[in-house]
């Protein structure tokens, strides 16, 4: 297995250059400061008193309060307010709350998918089956950091101290642990995930590893059953993390659909972008997608519009496209986003009464300091999908062109070769010392060869196939779940 191949070199390279070029050239940055968002200033306590129709108040002992305080500046809500628009740039963003951990992600998923692109340009030219695929590797730990932030996002809504938060992830929790529970029982001829035998296959493959380094009497301590209930409680745990993400895009798809009122191709693109996590979960029920294009009705008779073994080929094109058309949609949803303070200031305008100038300043700049929050949670569902289906394709040995590169099955575990001892002549002190060297350096080099060759053996592709196909399905299945409970929420709840 060679390890110290092109692949590994084009990875070192990439994340060399990710590491010195984020200062300078960031595709994060670029994408909120390149000009096309512009956020809305907070009026100052002079613009607030002129529209009022009153000087600024000075503060004196006469105006301060027993407890030392001042008291604050009210103005009316009906006020003729209009806030004043500036385009998004660098100085702004470094402000905002988790820009650090949004740049990075990001970027780290930008530089991915050119690491996945060269390896499968390199797989497709060379012959490196016995290589890593170190551009699956990086889509891995892409889904594991994107993972990661949510989980850092939801840990900040349970500090919060309403507790409102809190209670909206758990109850999508528990509500996400029983459509996983009915999901994970449905049989293979409705939902084709492979995961039966998925897990029967890196059973049987630990098994036979197990005998062969000596554990004769040794098997698996768990039962499907154990396996089901610990993925269902993993799939509760994703449905907590996409909950207030699916929410935020169902409020940013209606305010993105009313603010392109008069371009119907975007409002067309918008909405095909909303309902396509409902596409990619059809695209695994097997009666509505496999056995339909297979044999589509027509009359009286049947054709067959994709074949069954191009059927997975289309599969992943088209999760790519409806991923692709996601990110390209971006900034009409942060831009939606970003106009709430202007939608805010219209809806205090018809309430009656007055309200503190700092209130107004607060909530104006709030909505922009949450920005990298709202992009976060725009993005990272679309990351889930994206890199999970680029790993089934990359782990799973699958084809953009139709054909399957191999038919997974059960690979029985490899017998670890050992590295003959390198016997010691008669040298001098330096020649030992670089023969010593050397031969850690080989027997380094045949530790992990030993180590990627076992673990090939028993993780194969069909499990591998099992596993992330049914992670993409699921990322989808509760954005859809997340997204359609925030539009009845936004559209009929929020304004009775």
């Not at 599969?315 to 939608?343: M, P």
Request: overall charge neutral; charged content about 15%.
């Amino acid at each position: 297995m060679a390890l110290m191949g092109i692949q590994l070199v084009v990875s070192l390279l990439a994340a060399s250059i990710m590491q010195r070029m984020a200062p300078h050239c960031s595709f994060a940055r670029w994408l909120l400061c390149n000009g096309s968002l512009f956020r809305f200033k907070h009026p100052s306590e002079g613009e607030l008193c002129a529209l009022a129709g009153k000087q600024v108040p000075k503060p004196n002992r006469r105006d301060r309060r027993q407890n030392g305080e001042v008291k604050p500046l009210t103005v009316p809500k009906d006020i003729d307010l209009h806030l004043e628009k500036a385009p998004v740039n660098a100085l702004d963003a470094l402000v905002l709350r988790f820009f650090l951990e949004y740049q990075w992600l990001v970027d780290f998923a930008v530089y991915a998918t050119g690491v996945f692109l060269f390896t499968e340009c390199y797989y497709s030219v060379v012959d490196a089956s016995k290589e890593v695929n170190i551009g699956a590797m990086w889509c891995v730990l892409t889904i594991l950091f994107g993972l990661k932030t949510l989980h850092t996002l939801m840990s900040h809504y349970f500090r919060s101290e309403e507790g409102g938060e809190r209670s909206v992830c758990l109850a999508f929790g528990f509500l996400c642990l029983l459509v996983a529970m009915l999901v994970l029982v449905v049989r293979e001829d409705y939902l084709e995930f492979g995961l039966e035998s998925g897990f029967s296959s890196l059973f049987d493959n630990l098994e036979v590893f197990a005998k062969q380094q000596g554990y004769a009497d040794w098997s698996i301590p768990v039962t499907k059953l154990t396996v089901k209930l610990g993925l269902a409680a993993a799939c509760a745990y994703v449905g907590s993390l996409l909950a207030f993400p699916g929410l935020r895009l169902a409020q940013t798809h209606l305010d993105a659909v009313k603010m392109n009122s008069d371009r119907p191709l975007v409002q067309f693109l918008l909405h095909l972008s909303f309902l396509s996590p409902v596409l990619v979960l059809i695209l695994w029920v097997k009666p509505m997608a496999r056995d339909f294009l297979a044999n589509a009705p027509m009359g009286k008779t049947s054709v067959t519009l994709v074949s069954s073994d191009a059927f997975d080929s289309v599969r992943l094109w088209v999760i790519v496209a409806s991923c692709a058309l996601r990110l390209a949609l971006t900034r009409y949803h942060l831009q939606a986003y970003l106009d709430l303070a202007q939608k805010w200031v219209e809806q205090m305008k018809r309430e009656a009464g007055r309200i503190a100038a700092i209130d107004i300043q607060r909530k104006v700049t709030r909505i922009f300091c949450y920005l990298t929050v709202v992009t976060l949670q725009y993005l990272v569902p679309v990351f889930l999908i994206l890199f999970s289906t680029l790993a089934l394709k990359a782990l799973g040995n699958f084809s953009w062109g139709g054909s399957v590169d191999e038919t997974p099955g059960v690979t029985p575990a490899l017998v670890m070769p050992t590295a003959a001892p390198v016997p010691h002549g008669g040298l001098d002190d330096d020649e030992d010392g670089t023969e010593d060297m050397e031969e850690d350096i080989q027997a380094t080099v045949a530790h992990l060869s030993e180590a990627f060759a076992a673990l090939r053996s028993v993780l194969t592709p069909i499990f591998f196939r099992g596993f992330f196909a049914f992670l993409t399905w699921w990322v989808a299945a509760c954005q859809v779940i997340s997204s359609l409970f925030g539009i009845y929420f936004h559209q009929y709840l929020m304004q009775n």
